[in-house]
Every structure is written in structure tokens, then in C-alpha cells.
């Protein structure tokens, strides 16, 4: 009764079954069917994305957003499209055109492959992969292989650096990220994330938070999003290795970037806020879903709230922090839980997913943290005593201008 | 039958791309030949049950190996055209060597009575990503060659690093 | 279904025109795209090696895991070396490195 979606599968498929179609050939139709539909939504959700990232940074920014198009400006999404189909589509001269047309179709393509693993209830699931955590990271990978090829079929100097260093920092932070994405791997004991969801009776935001603050990080960073937008920062670059795309490819560029951001909330939500885990969710799997949605919208809003309150990043700072900073962090901090791990299931016989094993996690974590932010700080002060000499400050020397300075 | 013609194009794919790797004059287009004959390689894992391996390949070989090849042949040419001749006076040579290698190949293969092996059944209920992890760190089983394939890797990283450091004189 | 002697004509197909790919390109990147496409022939030879003939072991996907790791090593050190060689040289044509010949 609370599972519409797997109701209305077996409905088709005894439908279909009995027009006589083999039994193979009818699964292969509804999983054509359950890819149409979930690409559709997953687009349209793109579309409504274009429209809550303006009205969000507007708000940011203490303005109102588009407000003129339809109520709330609802429609304008629409007219950016329809602005985006009927712009002039440009090859530019000397470009290869076949490895210049690919990329935006792998840059969408890729956001939407990675929602095949992500569980949306506890019966619905795109595939049960069980090296699905490593899926994730292999479709990211070939996403930076796309944006190598536009980089370089755009026979554009700017966007063939733009490309190098968009790949250099994704490359960079794939380490940490996949390091922290073992985290939740070795408390739940499986690669499936599906596995991962169902062992997380306590969250593992709560469990290991620093692990999550990592992935968080890395994932912001390899979105390509402020603070590490080098690649696309309007003033600096001029957008970068998609300089050269004008219309629906550009397009096409910008709703993957929106949707990765999606799509990466989502998996966050999956792997450590518990995914489709709410009041409910076993008896109507259908709520599943909209726990799912609603955590990763949340996150994602997080994510722009990140966007839109820090300052860029130099390249060289940015890679410094994660090869310097992140990469020793959270190898230790795998070290400590795998080893805390070992301790607490054998010696003291405490199952995962107990309160003395989640609480014991925790204080390590919090240790961890500390200990961080202190050697931090000690770094910080040794910094500062390098440069002993007084910082120059900018106030005017009132002898100059006394007689200026009009006497009330 | 259905796993013939999979594997069929699968195969055609990839032997096509390989192909077209080792004759195509544009570097970076042996590349992306070369990023599409792995994929194909990725794809015959899987077939083989072996779904582990099929994302490994994917993430070392297409998302570093060759984003690392396609690094550096865009830092290694010297003008944005190549000119001259893409293969070596002999190729003749080396294009008959492998066709009698691969001759001798098939002919040892059909020497061998287990050439025409048919699909054993996997062991059921063994999680083969678990099993595969206990193997490499077992002591009594290949927890030596994985540390010192870590060691191993650890030392080309610092190579490559050493190597490719440009000296500031 | 699939007898395994098509895996190994696959693999050994794949690892004649890799051997044609480094005995007959000139530049040094192609002569490596050669050796991954063998190294790659031999991983689908242990992996196919592993499901026909003993499922019920993990050593040939043990094996498999080295040549990964091989692969990897050995591609990062030699592309460090050419960008080394071409910063001295200006070239990575295998036949213009030829400083050590009589």
C-alpha cells in the first residue's frame, strides 16, 4: 500500500507478461521505463534548480531575484532556456569538432549515471551494485575526463589552462574524498550504498562527523563550486575551459553543474544522514523518497550558503590544502577508526550500531578535531611571528588635513 | 546467445579502438582511443563477474592514467601539428611480428585441452569484494605482495616527483 | 555459453596490437599507450583465467590487483621521465634520444 512505485511495476509487468513477451525482454522494458522516468524528474528538478539558485544568492546578496517573469518569477528558468536554444551555435575555428561536441553530453551524462546507485527507498533502487561507493567515484572520474577534452578541443589557450587547472584541483581532491568515502564503508562493512543506509540506525553524521566535514569539503571541491571555483570565476579566468561554448552546450554545462550539486547532497544524505531513514520510512516506503529529497535540498541549500558567504580560493592555496592539510587528516582519521574499530568489536565484543560504539566513535572523532585545531593554531601563531614587522594601516594623518576639516 | 553478440561488440569495440590507437597520427586522439578500448576492457570484467575490477578500471585507468598521458602530450609537443612520420621505418617489421606472435599464440592455446572450457558457477553466497579484501591482508595469504606493491607505489611517486622537478638554477 | 577461448584470442589480440603499437610508434607517449594496452591483455587473461578455471579461489583476482598497481607505477615514473627527457632535448621522438648510440 505505501509502495506505489513497485506496484505499479508489477502491475506492467503482469501486463506485459501477458501479451506474451518473453520474461527477459519485459524486464528490460521496465528498467527502460524506470530510466525515462527517473532521467525526466531529474531534469525537470534541474530546471527548478536554475530558478532556487538565483532566488537563494539574491537573497544572499540582500536583493529580491527575479520576481518579474510569472509569480515569484517562476517562469524565468523557462526564458533562460528558451534564451539558451536560440542562441547561435559557434564551433570555433581549428576546433575538433567531434571532441568539442562531447563534452557537455559526458558533463550531464555522468550527474545523471550516478543516481543509478543512489537507494530512494528501501525498495526502490536503481542497482544494487555492491562497489557502489567506488561507482561514484569512477563516474566522477570521467567527468573530469570531459572537461580535459573541452579544454583542449576549444584550440583556446585560456580554456586549455582553465582545463589543467580544473582537472589538477578535481585530481587533487579525489584523494580525500575517496578516503573519507571509506569511512562509512568500514563501519558498515559493505561498498553498497544501500548496505550503507540500512546499517545507519544512528546516523554516521553523529558518529563520525569529521569524516563527514571531509567528504563535505572534497565534494564541494570537486563540484568545482566557490570556494574553489578558480576554474570558472568569472573575474579571473573568463569562464574558464567552457569559454568557448555558446547556446545549449554551455547549457547543458551549467544544469550538470546544478545537478551534480544535487546529486552529491544526495549521496552525502545516503552515506551520512541516514538517506531514506525518517518516521515511517519502513512501513510506507514511498516516504523514503521524500526523506531522501528533503535531506539532500537541505544539504544542497547548505552548499550555496558555502557558495555565497566565502572568498575564493588561489589555486596554489587550494592545493596546498588538500595535498597539506586534508590528505594527512583524513588518513589518520581513518588510522583511528579503523583501529578503534578492531579495539571495540573484538576485545569488547560491541556490535556496530550501538550507542557505546557510536558514543566511543564520537569522543575520537572530537579528539581528533581538537588536536587539529590546535596544532592549527600553534601553526597560526609561528606564522605570524615570522612576519614580526608592523602591517602598514590605512588612516589618514590628520596634521594634512586640518584645515580641511570644517570646525563645528 | 545474448551474451555472444554483448560480448561480440564489446570485443569489436576494443579491438577497433586499440587499432586505431597505434595508427592514428594525432596524439590526443590516440588517447581518447585509447580512453575507449579501457572502457571496452572495463566492460569485459564485468561480463567476467568481476564488477570490482570493472570500477578499478575505470578509476586508475581512465580517471588517472590517461587524464595523466593526455598531461603529457600536451606538455611534450613541440608545435600544435604533428609532422614527420608517426611510425618508425620498420613498422613492416613490427606489423608481421605480431601477427606471427599472435598466430603462435593461437596455435599453443589450441594445443591446450582446456582451450574450450565452459562457465563454471561462482561459489554462492561468497561476497567476492569481501573475500578479496581478507586475501590481501591475510597473513597467510597475499599480505606480502600487496605491502610491497604499496612500497612499490610509494617509491614511483616519489620518483615522479624527484624525476619531472624542475631545478630552479 | 562463452567457452574461455574467447576471452584468451581477445586478450591475445589485444596483446599483438599493443606489441605493434611500441615496436612502431615513434613518439614515447604512444610506445606507453602500447604498454597499457598489453598490460591491459594480460589483466583480461588472469580475470578470465580466475572465472573458468578456480572461481572458489581469490588468487587470480589477488594477481589482478598487482598488475594494477604495476601499471600504475610504471606509467607515473615513465611520463615523468619523458616530460624530464623533453625538457633537456625538445623531443620524445624514440628515434631523436639517441645519444647513447655508436
Redesign the interface.
Known amino acids: 500500500m505505501g509502495d506505489p512505485i513497485n506496484s505499479i511495476g508489477n502491475w506492467l509487468e503482469s501486463i506485459l507478461l501477458g501479451w506474451g513477451l518473453p520474461a527477459g525482454v519485459v524486464s528490460a522494458i521496465l528498467a527502460l521505463i524506470g530510466v525515462v522516468v527517473l532521467c525526466s524528474l531529474l531534469l525537470v528538478l534541474d530546471i527548478v534548480l536554475v530558478w532556487v539558485e538565483r532566488k537563494v544568492v539574491a537573497r544572499f546578496q540582500d536583493r529580491l531575484g527575479p520576481n518579474r517573469l510569472g509569480p515569484f518569477g517562476l517562469i524565468q528558468p523557462f526564458a533562460d532556456i528558451i534564451k539558451l536554444l536560440i542562441k547561435e551555435d559557434i564551433t570555433p575555428a581549428g576546433a575538433d569538432k567531434f571532441i568539442y561536441n562531447l563534452p557537455p553530453i559526458i558533463a550531464l551524462s555522468t550527474v545523471l549515471l550516478l543516481w543509478a546507485v543512489i537507494p530512494l527507498a528501501p525498495t526502490v533502487l536503481g542497482g544494487d551494485v555492491n562497489v557502489a561507493v567506488l561507482f561514484i567515484v569512477a563516474v566522477g572520474a570521467v567527468g573530469t575526463l570531459g572537461i580535459i577534452m573541452a579544454g583542449w578541443a576549444s584550440n583556446n589557450k585560456y580554456a586549455l589552462l582553465g582545463a589543467f587547472r580544473t582537472v589538477a584541483q578535481m585530481i587533487s581532491y579525489e584523494v580525500p574524498m575517496l578516503i573519507a568515502l571509506l569511512i562509512p564503508v568500514l563501519l558498515a562493512r559493505s561498498m553498497s550504498l544501500q548496505n550503507i543506509v540500512g546499517a545507519q540506525n544512528v546516523w554516521f553524521i553523529f558518529v563520525v562527523p569529521l569524516a563527514a566535514i571531509i567528504f563535505f569539503i572534497s565534494a564541494i571541491a570537486e563540484l568545482g563550486r566557490a570556494p574553489f571555483d578558480i576554474n570558472e570565476a568569472e573575474s579571473e579566468i573568463v569562464a574558464g575551459f567552457h569559454i568557448e561554448y555558446t547556446g545549449m552546450k554551455f547549457g547543458m554545462f551549467y544544469a550538470g553543474e546544478l545537478l551534480h550539486a544535487v546529486t552529491v547532497s544526495a549521496v552525502f544524505s545516503s552515506l551520512f544522514l541516514g538517506g531514506w531513514h525518517g518516521p515511517f520510512a519502513d512501513q510506507f516506503p514511498v516516504l523514503g523518497v521524500f526523506y531522501l529529497l528533503a535531506k539532500a535540498f537541505i544539504l544542497y541549500y547548505v552548499i550555496m550558503w558555502v557558495r555565497y558567504s566565502f572568498p575564493r580560493l588561489r589555486i596554489d592555496q587550494m592545493l596546498g590544502f588538500s595535498w597539506k592539510f586534508l590528505v594527512p587528516l583524513a588518513l589518520s582519521l581513518l588510522i583511528v577508526v579503523a583501529i578503534l574499530d578492531r579495539i571495540l568489536v573484538t576485545s569488547f565484543q560491541v556490535q556496530a550500531s550501538t550507542p557505546l560504539y557510536a558514543i566511543s566513535m564520537l569522543a575520537a572523532n572530537v579528539i581528533i578535531a581538537l588536536v587539529t585545531v590546535l596544532g592549527l593554531r600553534s601553526y597560526a601563531k609561528l606564522e605570524r611571528k615570522r612576519f614580526p614587522e608592523d602591517r602598514p594601516v590605512a588612516i589618514a594623518p590628520e596634521a594634512d588635513f586640518k584645515e580641511l576639516i570644517v570646525q563645528e | 546467445m545474448v551474451m555472444q553478440i554483448i560480448f561480440l561488440i564489446v570485443a569489436v569495440v576494443t579491438l577497433g579502438s586499440a587499432v586505431m590507437v597505434v595508427t592514428v597520427r594525432n596524439l590526443v586522439h590516440a588517447a581518447l582511443w585509447l580512453i575507449l578500448s579501457l572502457f571496452g576492457v572495463a566492460v569485459t570484467f564485468a561480463l567476467l563477474n568481476a564488477p570490482f575490477f570493472t570500477v578499478v578500471e575505470v578509476v586508475i585507468y581512465i580517471g588517472a592514467i590517461s587524464i595523466l598521458m593526455i598531461f603529457a602530450i600536451m606538455l611534450t609537443r613541440r608545435t600544435m601539428q604533428e609532422t614527420g612520420r608517426s611510425v618508425n621505418p620498420g613498422w613492416w617489421l613490427a606489423a608481421f611480428l605480431s601477427l606471427v606472435l599472435f598466430a603462435g599464440l593461437l596455435w599453443m592455446f589450441s594445443t591446450w585441452d582446456g582451450f574450450s572450457t565452459t562457465l563454471p558457477d561462482l561459489p554462492a553466497g561468497v561476497d567476492q569484494v569481501r573475500e578479496l579484501g581478507i586475501a590481501l591482508v591475510s597473513p597467510n595469504m597475499y599480505v606480502l605482495p600487496f605491502e610491497v606493491a604499496s612500497v612499490l607505489l610509494l617509491a614511483a611517486l616519489i620518483g615522479a616527483i624527484v624525476v619531472a622537478w624542475e631545478r630552479k638554477s | ?10 586478450a ?10 611500441v ?5 614515447a ?2 610506445i ?3 604498454i ?2 598489453m598490460l ?1 591483455a594480460v ?2 587473461n588472469v ?2 583465467f ?4 578456480s ?2 579461489q ?2 587470480g ?2 594477481f ?3 598488475v ?10 615513465g ?6 627527457i ?2 633537456r632535448r ?6 631523436e634520444i639517441d645519444l647513447l648510440k655508436w
Open positions: 555459453m562463452i567457452p574461455l577461448s574467447y576471452y584468451l584470442v581477445f591475445a589480440a589485444l596483446f599483438c596490437i599493443g606489441l605493434y603499437g615496436l612502431a610508434r615513434k613518439n607517449v604512444t606507453l599507450m602500447g597499457e594496452l591491459n589483466l583480461i580475470i578470465a580466475w572465472r573458468y578455471r572461481p572458489d581469490i588468487t583476482q589477488a589482478a590487483v598487482m594494477f598497481a604495476i601499471a600504475a607505477a610504471e606509467v607515473a615514473v611520463l615523468a621521465l619523458f616530460i624530464s623533453y625538457r625538445n623531443t620524445i621522438a624514440a628515434d
